[in-house]
């Protein structure tokens, strides 16, 4: 006898919905504020009503967490969109040449450091690798922080953002050297660099 | 022998394993010969692992309360 798809009784998809949901709240609202800073909560509140009118058309429930990170990631993609401002100009020749490693050995900010390029990272809190993050532009910020942090593919993520693989790639690549570039001006602007009095 | 410049270019993309393989041959012959391009390498590891690691967030209680009052007021009328 062929087996036959057994829908869920509506209830049942209310409590199956609340119950994935309920269990991904922390994991959607820290890449909500990644992606979206101090939209974040509502980000997440469009992605759970989003996702809940469609949560019918999701087959597998071992793919629910996945499936609803990416609802999320197309909420908070299309905050973005309706974001008019013009993006700061960057100067991509300097980028391509910027790095962090070096920069750090060249300036050495802690002299009497045997683990100067440790003890830079150490400087940084996760509030403050947020607001760094927050810094660079959307399109190279996203494939950053979903790849990066949260373990997206980069095939996963093009057909996600629907754009070419290649695009992506490039934009990984320009949003990691903006990331330390980023890295590099907060810690000056924010006073990160003043080494503590021995 | 590629330029440091060239290889420092590609590390990242050296860690994710996306180098085609002639452009990954030239890196590490590369690497192989150079402590300096060897160091960023470490630091490129240690950057990614320090974003992983920065990828946890608290949700403040009122925030996580109107969440979940979002869910509790959610019915089956609206799928």
């Known amino acids: ?198 | 022998m590629i330029a440091c410049k060239d290889a420092v270019r590609q590390l990242w993309e050296y860690l994710d394993g996306t180098v085609g393989e002639a452009d990954r041959a030239a890196l590490e012959e590369h690497l192989d010969r150079c402590r300096r391009c060897c160091a960023e390498l470490e630091f490129a590891e240690e950057l990614r692992g320090f974003l992983a690691g920065n990828a946890d967030d608290d949700v403040p209680p009122d925030v996580m309360k109107r969440l979940n009052t979002t869910l509790e007021e959610l019915s089956a009328d609206d799928t």
């Open chain 1, 1 to 198: 006898m062929p087996e036959q798809k057994v829908e869920a009784a509506p209830e049942d998809q209310v409590e199956s919905f609340q119950r994935l949901a309920r269990a991904q709240l922390p994991r959607l609202y820290a890449i909500a504020r990644r992606l979206c800073g101090d939209d974040a909560e509502d980000a997440v509140q469009d992605a759970l009503l989003k996702a809940f009118e469609r949560f019918d058309q999701l087959d597998d429930p071992d793919a629910g967490p996945a499936w609803l990170a990416r609802v999320l990631v197309n909420c908070c993609h299309d905050r973005h969109r309706h974001d008019a401002r013009q993006p700061a100009e960057i100067d991509f020749e300097a980028l391509e040449r910027f790095s962090l490693y070096r920069k750090i050995a060249l300036e050495d900010p802690f002299p009497y450091s045997d683990s100067l390029h440790l003890d830079f990272l150490g400087g940084f809190g996760r509030e403050d690798v947020r607001a760094v993050l927050l810094m660079l532009p959307e399109h190279y910020r996203t494939p950053l922080v979903l790849v990066h942090m949260y373990g997206f593919a980069t095939k996963e993520l093009a057909s996600l953002l629907d754009i070419p693989l290649g695009t992506v790639l490039a934009r990984l690549h320009r949003g990691r050297k903006l990331f330390e570039q980023r890295l590099w001006d907060y810690a000056e602007q924010t006073g990160m660099l003043e080494e503590a009095p021995r």
